[in-house]
Protein backbone atom coordinates (compact mmCIF):
# COMPACT_ATOMS: atom_id res chain seq x y z
CA UNK A 1 0.00 0.00 0.00
CA UNK A 2 1.28 3.29 -1.02
CA UNK A 3 2.52 5.42 2.30
CA UNK A 4 0.58 8.75 2.54
CA UNK A 5 2.66 11.73 1.97
CA UNK A 6 3.39 13.86 4.54
CA UNK A 7 3.02 17.62 4.87
CA UNK A 8 5.41 20.54 5.86
CA UNK A 9 4.00 23.88 6.94
CA UNK A 10 6.34 26.75 5.45
CA UNK A 11 7.67 27.09 8.12
CA UNK A 12 8.64 23.86 8.70
CA UNK A 13 10.34 23.73 5.18
CA UNK A 14 11.68 27.19 6.58
CA UNK A 15 13.14 25.73 9.80
CA UNK A 16 14.71 22.70 7.54
CA UNK A 17 16.23 24.86 4.86
CA UNK A 18 17.61 27.66 7.25
CA UNK A 19 16.10 29.95 5.26
CA UNK A 20 12.95 32.75 5.57
CA UNK A 21 9.05 31.45 5.20
CA UNK A 22 9.33 34.52 2.73
CA UNK A 23 12.03 32.68 0.88
CA UNK A 24 9.74 29.44 0.46
CA UNK A 25 7.07 31.25 -0.75
CA UNK A 26 9.04 32.88 -3.46
CA UNK A 27 10.44 29.20 -4.31
CA UNK A 28 6.01 28.32 -4.29
CA UNK A 29 5.29 30.90 -6.42
CA UNK A 30 7.79 30.94 -8.72
CA UNK A 31 7.14 27.01 -9.44
CA UNK A 32 10.55 25.89 -8.12
CA UNK A 33 8.96 24.04 -5.19
CA UNK A 34 5.81 22.33 -5.91
CA UNK A 35 3.18 23.25 -2.84
CA UNK A 36 -0.63 22.26 -2.39
CA UNK A 37 -2.83 25.21 -1.12
CA UNK A 38 -5.00 24.83 1.40
CA UNK A 39 -7.47 27.53 2.40
CA UNK A 40 -5.15 30.69 2.61
CA UNK A 41 -1.66 28.14 3.80
CA UNK A 42 0.72 26.41 1.87
CA UNK A 43 1.53 22.19 2.51
CA UNK A 44 4.73 21.03 0.84
CA UNK A 45 5.58 17.83 0.85
CA UNK A 46 8.70 15.94 1.94
CA UNK A 47 8.58 14.47 -1.38
CA UNK A 48 8.47 17.75 -2.94
CA UNK A 49 10.94 19.30 -0.83
CA UNK A 50 13.14 16.27 -0.94
CA UNK A 51 13.25 16.24 -5.01
CA UNK A 52 13.86 20.66 -4.97
CA UNK A 53 17.00 19.86 -2.50
CA UNK A 54 18.02 17.51 -4.90
CA UNK A 55 18.13 18.93 -8.29
CA UNK A 56 19.66 22.28 -6.54
CA UNK A 57 22.76 20.68 -5.49
CA UNK A 58 25.92 23.10 -6.72
CA UNK A 59 28.86 21.46 -8.37
CA UNK A 60 31.63 23.75 -7.65
CA UNK A 61 34.66 23.15 -9.48
Known sequence: MAQEPKFLTVAEVAEQMRVSKMTV???????????????????????????????SFYQAG
Request: aromatic letters at 10%.
Open 25 to 55: YRLVHSGELAAVRVGRSFRVTEKALREYLEK
